[in-house]
């Protein structure tokens, strides 16, 4: 497997320049756009001294404020996915297509990739994360199996979700507030356990069912709440808490774990990932790689916790 420095100057050396002419094409239709409003604008424009004290002065202000709003907006439409064509794509499909996908495939090469598809709301609500929501979106899936051996397979998916609360702002009533921003997994095991074990950066878990872990550097970062101590310590093998200890080390990323039946959720809240910024490429190294990291983890985590709820009674 190619390390992720060698993965990226590939990436980068051959999808620089059309991710560069593609954002350039954009940034041509925000600065045409603002000039047009500018030229409209000053043309009607009343500069008497009837109109107000200092026309210029306020002309300029409402120009910068809308101005940014032009820019936002041809920044969110950049952002759309646009209906399937091969001459009208987004910055993002290319994006999407050209460094995502390729980093992906890199450590599930077996997977499959869905940029504008994701979970549905019904299996985000078999989950059972207590969470009240009215906003609802999960894009960039993946679907992977996974063998173990030659009779056993864990079956992953990861994708981007966001769910919201509308804003009970009497001024933006059409805003979510967050609930959750990040990367959500969903593993069956094809293994059933009859415990159920959270790991979490959170402090927040039930201090009755909190789970002494014999490593004090697992315990300086993560909490673990298990209703069946002798199973979580089974699970939570010297090896599994190293992964766990050197994820949050590479990414830190909070994150959290549940295991439970024949399931383990993951939960990552990086925020938003792949959106493209107004300005400046999206070929963000730091980010890609916080992304590659986690899916590695995520891979191998779920292949580890398998091979221990195997060899354990739980």
Known sequence: MQSFDELYTEIYNKNVKILDRKRRNTNRIIAMSILAFFLLSFISMDFSDEAA?????????????IALVIIAIIHLLDNIKYADS???ESYLQVYKEKVIEPIIKSVLPNCTYSPFKGISQEEYDSMGYDIKYTYFSSVDLIETDIDINTNNQIHLEVCSLFIGTNSKSEYDNDT???KFDGLIGHIHLNKFINSFVKITTSNKIDEIDKVRMDSSEFEKYFNVESDNKIAAMQILTSDVMMDIIDIWNKTNVKFEIIIKEDKIYLRFFTGM???TKIFGSSLVKSRLKKYYDILQFVFNI??????????TEV
Do not use: R
């Open 273 to 275: 990932l792949f959106s």
């Open 176 to 178: 979510p507030i967050p």
């Open 302 to 311: 779920s292949t580890k916790i398998y091979n221990a709820v195997d060899e």
């Open 53 to 65: 004290d200092n026309p210029a002065g306020i002309y300029l202000t409402i120009c910068v404020f």
């Open 86 to 88: 091969d001459t009208d």
